[in-house]
């Protein structure tokens, strides 16, 4: 019912940047919250960035001064600007969106993404 396609992973240097993007697609009424969440082998998936429909953000306290969360509601798109990039960031970053299906009264959802590798080298 919603896909989500993420975009914007790869392998950067310490001190780098990357972007990553997230579109969402299907039979969206309207989309609430919009976050990132990242995720290493043998540890639980955690938030990185939040950001509500309203525009207000949230960050995790490892990130904060260097990643910047946006979205661009006309494109049901968000996206995640990190800089000063350390090797700790490298993670499987995933895209999470919440909202309503079909119309004013539809269904709510909750999709993640297929997850999208960062690699920062030291």
């Known amino acids: 019912q919603v896909q989500l396609v993420e975009s914007g992973g790869g392998l950067v240097q310490a001190g780098g940047s990357l972007r990553l993007s997230c579109a969402a697609s299907?039979?969206?009424?309207?989309?609430?919250?919009m976050a990132w969440y990242r995720q290493t082998p043998g540890k639980q998936r955690e938030l990185v960035a939040i950001?509500?429909?309203?525009?207000?953000?949230n960050y995790g306290d490892s990130v904060k001064g260097r990643f910047t969360i946006s979205r661009d509601s006309a494109k049901n798109t968000v996206y995640l600007q990190m800089n000063s990039l350390k090797p700790e960031d490298t993670a499987v970053y995933y895209c999470?969106?919440?909202?309503?299906?079909?119309?004013?009264?539809?269904?709510?959802?909750?999709?993640w993404g297929q997850g999208t590798q960062v690699t920062v080298s030291s």
């Open positions: 950001i509500t429909s309203g525009g207000t953000t």
């Open positions: 999470n969106v919440d909202g309503r299906l079909y119309h004013s009264f539809g269904p709510p959802f909750n999709s």
């Open positions: 299907g039979s969206i009424d309207r989309i609430n919250t």
